[in-house]
């Protein structure tokens, strides 16, 4: 899922501060998982906007903030609300707020969460980084670790001189990514292939804006 | 004789590292330098080393070549992509540099400019196949050139690493993708040393064991606690501490040149390089002490 975290409301507030009248949206997928746009954060933001002397016309959880066309159709009976509205929030990610941009085309639209990672959870509201969506996966030379992401370098052939007894130079917080790809490689008797050395990457494979068409793909491979 | 000529002529060589300073002005470092030459096989530039802004290494490889001196341009790749970097080994190659010394880099973390973007778009690995290819005439993705370079490349090596099997594993691929010479990190313990060595030595490839020069027992402990891949034995930082304050630096002149000479009598790597870390001064003292001069 996408890991939001709260913008500095100062920030947010700077930029909004022309504004009287507010719509909120919020996304019952990640940002509710991260708490920052579920429906507690949604009545929060309420009142702290009440509180400042603003108007609240409405709030609405997306179901899933990042489908445009859903997204649209949820929105319907919001539209008296939205008529009386000067300013959107948007209280999930970067992909969210911008389907507001695009369903609102006259009305201002602020984030007040910043997008961080891809993450996994692993336990109640704690995220970790395992896939940097890079394009090209190397999980199969890797023993199923990725080090593009887990390594701050981003390494492809083993670990710099920076590995301290398993941890990372750069935070000893930080498990080496390479130590525990050698680990993972030697229990699953794998070690020959980390023997190999890895091409550079083809970065290539992403290039912003990515955009892929599922059906045009699936109607090309028939041919 | 050339630095590559040294090394494969068997003589035990001796480089040591130059800082490009922050700023313009490099009058220390010239005069640093000047106290080294013709002392060394090779004078090691390094390259933003732990990530602090400086002069670039291309440049004072080229004022140094000009003044006598023989540079290893160290080239990482925290800084640069694969079209900077190829680019700035051609123009290494132009300037006549003959030497590349290929890392992956330090982390941006680790310096100040802390903010700063990392490239890493290709590690040093890649990096010593890149300089293959530039040698053999085309470009890493193969395309041809008009001219190849002819680069002495080499690479470092942690011999000290724990755990120490993933270390060598990336050792033995540097010397698959190319790498002819070995600088390590600092290292104290021979003994320990000779052990890595005898991994080292199945390969023909040239180890310069490198050395830290010890300035107090201060920075042993800072060392020990903060430099992954270093450990100084608790009896050097006892010597060092017995010598008391006024002699510490002494002290740390005779470690190193009594490790240098020992390296040397016993045959157990092909050279030393020396780590001298703003006191560039004492690296003829070391050498003569260990009865190099």
């Not at chain 1, 919020?26 to 949604?42: D, I, K, N, R, W």
């Not at chain 2, 330098?33 to 490889?61: E, F, H, P, W, Y």
């Not at chain 2, 132009?94 to 010394?101: E, R």
Request: charged share 25%; net charge neutral; with cysteine.
């Amino acid at each position: 899922m996408i890991i939001t975290k709260k913008r500095d409301f100062k920030e947010l507030i700077e930029n909004i501060k022309n504004y009287n009248k507010f719509f909120l949206i919020g996304c019952s997928e990640c940002a509710t998982l991260c708490a920052t746009g579920g429906e507690p954060e949604l009545l929060a933001m309420k009142e702290t906007l009440e509180a400042d002397g603003k108007k609240v016309t409405g709030t609405f959880l997306a179901k899933t903030g990042c489908q445009v066309l859903g997204t649209k159709v949820e929105l319907k009976p919001f539209k008296e609300a939205l008529a009386d509205t000067d300013c959107i929030l948007v209280m999930s990610c970067g992909a969210g707020t911008q389907t507001a941009v695009d369903l609102f085309k006259d009305t201002p639209v602020y984030a007040t969460n910043d997008s961080l990672f891809l993450g996994n959870m692993t336990r109640l509201q704690m995220f970790d980084e395992r896939c940097s969506l890079c394009g090209k996966c190397i999980l199969d030379k890797t023993g199923g670790n990725c080090p593009v992401t887990s390594c701050p370098k981003g390494l492809l052939n083993g670990p710099c001189g920076g590995t301290n007894e398993g941890k990372c130079e750069v935070s000893p917080d930080l498990e080496c990514a390479w130590v525990k790809i050698y680990n993972r490689m030697k229990r699953i008797d794998q070690l020959d292939q980390m023997r190999k050395i890895v091409e550079p990457k083809d970065w290539s494979a992403h290039k912003n804006p990515m955009n892929i068409n599922v059906r045009e793909e699936k109607e090309e491979s028939k041919k | 004789m050339s630095f590559q000529q040294s090394l494969n002529s068997g003589k035990f060589v001796v480089t040591a590292e130059v800082g490009p300073p922050k700023g313009t002005d490099i009058k220390e470092m010239l005069h640093d330098a000047a106290a080294l030459k013709g002392k060394l096989d090779a004078v090691n530039v390094t390259d933003n080393q732990s990530a602090v802004m400086r002069i670039n290494s291309l440049s004072i490889c080229k004022i140094l070549l000009d003044l006598g001196h023989e540079p290893i341009l160290q080239m990482t790749c925290r800084d640069r992509n694969r079209i900077g970097l190829q680019s700035d080994l051609l123009g290494a190659s132009v300037l006549n540099i003959k030497n590349v010394l290929c890392m992956t880099g330090d982390h941006p973390n680790a310096g100040d400019h802390k903010e700063a973007k990392s490239v890493y778009d290709i590690e040093s690995v890649q990096l010593l196949k890149v300089v293959d290819s530039l040698n053999n005439g085309k470009d890493m993705m193969g395309n041809e050139m008009k001219g190849a370079t002819d680069f002495f490349q080499g690479a470092v090596v942690t011999p000290e690493a724990n755990p120490i099997e993933p270390q060598l594993m990336k050792f033995e691929k540097k010397v698959e993708a190319g790498a002819n010479f070995f600088q390590t990190q600092a290292i104290y313990d021979i003994d320990k040393f000779k052990e890595f060595m005898k991994s080292a030595r199945k390969f023909s490839v040239k180890i310069l064991a490198g050395l830290v020069l010890l300035k107090s027992a201060g920075m042993a402990n800072y060392m020990n606690k903060f430099v992954p891949g270093i450990i100084v034995p608790q009896d050097l930082i006892d010597e060092i501490k017995a010598a008391g304050k006024e002699n510490a630096l002494d002290t740390g002149i005779n470690i190193a040149a009594r490790h240098i000479r020992q390296l040397k009598d016993e045959n157990i790597c092909d050279g030393v390089h020396i780590m001298a870390i703003g006191a560039e001064d004492k690296v003829p003292l070391i050498m003569e002490r260990a009865g190099l001069l």
